[in-house]
């Protein structure tokens, strides 16, 4: 069993950046793939941003050259830096882990609560 706590959220102005944390449990962190999710009101949650255990990453387009998957196996934790935030970037963001597997992140069914991050314009 996986537990995931996400947190760093919060409201910042357009352009500005935040840092995303997940503290996550169990003992085999550092031998899973890695994933940042985002759900906005009415839409379907959306892989934003993966990496594997190799530091293989993958980013959405929309996020590329702004958002940046890190990972402390030591800590158990990922990070997502966020910088240039735009107001469409405003979505509730889950940590994931996972698996690589054809080139594409497969999620395991573990989910915590998410962090609201908010941009205003």
């Known amino acids: 069993q996986v537990q995931l706590v996400e947190s760093g959220g919060g409201l910042v102005q357009a352009g500005g950046s935040l840092r995303l944390s997940c503290a996550a449990s169990?003992?085999?962190?550092?031998?899973?793939?890695i994933g940042w999710y985002r759900q906005a009101p009415g839409n379907q949650r959306e892989l934003v941003a993966s990496m594997g255990n190799a530091g293989r990453t993958n980013y959405v387009d929309s996020v590329k050259g702004r958002f940046t998957i890190s990972r402390d196996n030591a800590r158990n934790t990922m990070y997502l830096q966020m910088n240039n935030l735009k107001p469409e970037d405003t979505a509730v963001y889950y940590c994931?882990?996972?698996?690589?597997?054809?080139?594409?992140?497969?999620?395991?069914?573990?989910w915590g609560q998410g962090t609201q991050v908010t941009v205003s314009s």
């Open positions: 169990g003992s085999t962190f550092g031998t899973n793939a």
């Open positions: 994931n882990v996972g698996q690589f597997a054809g080139g594409s992140y497969f999620p395991y069914n573990y």
